[in-house]
């Protein structure tokens, strides 16, 4: 069964697929080099559910939120540290602008306190934010410290503006997208040396899971 009506022939339908068919084909892809194909399948996976959010009318915050994404995977199919802060700095954006889209479909920060699981929740984003950060201080050069902060302050700041939605789907992406984003650090600052490639499917998998759950918590919801 298609999430969307009509069928898999449907626009919004055909759309999804033809981002899920962008994902996988990038995950078979991803310990091959950099290349133009490579950097295309990226790039569409989450392109693609920008696209279907125009066409069911969603937030233009979503919109916006996931065409910057697409734009941080065309920067982060290459390599080398000028395309990772480019990457850095479009998902960046992307999580400054989920904030006040998850804000305004939320019950404002008290319900943090008024739900107990919304409150511990919370509390493991914030002890995870606070471990991710002092482990890459020591690993990262000085030029890198100050946008990792900003940028790990960014995430702690989405997945909570999350927690405030009765959305679970919304919810639910924003922990895997948390998760991506934690294991992508682990593995480009701390594991680099060990494993290389190891956990990038891990990375993968759980960061187009995230970036699908909240397009569909919000086209569906």
């Known amino acids: ?87 850095l700095a479009s998902f960046l954006t992307a999580h400054v602008l989920y904030v006040p889209l998850f804000m305004q479909n939320g019950g404002g920060l008290d319900v943090l306190g008024a739900q107990s699981w919304r409150g511990a929740i919370a509390l493991a984003m914030a002890a995870f934010a606070i471990v991710m950060l002092a482990a890459l201080w020591r690993r990262v050069g000085p030029s890198l410290r100050l946008p990792i902060a900003i940028y790990v302050g960014a995430i702690l700041a989405m997945g909570i503006s999350a927690l405030t939605t009765s959305n679970s789907l919304v919810i639910g992406g924003a922990i895997l997208f948390m998760a991506s984003d934690g294991l992508l650090a682990a593995e480009k600052f701390l594991l680099a040396a060990i494993s290389p490639h190891r956990m990038r499917y891990a990375v993968w998998a759980l960061y187009y899971a995230a970036q699908a759950a909240i397009s569909l918590g919000f086209l569906l919801g």
């Open 1 to 87: 069964m298609m999430p969307f009506p009509g069928g898999i022939d449907a626009n919004a339908n055909a759309t999804l697929v033809f981002s899920l068919v962008a994902a996988v084909i990038y995950a078979f892809t991803l310990n091959m080099p950099p290349s133009l194909a490579r950097s295309a399948a990226k790039t569409l996976a989450v392109a693609m559910l920008a696209v279907l959010a125009v066409m069911q009318g969603g937030p233009l915050l979503l919109v916006a939120a996931l065409a910057l994404s697409a734009v941080g995977d065309a920067f982060l199919s290459r390599d080398g540290e000028k395309a990772f802060l480019g990457g």
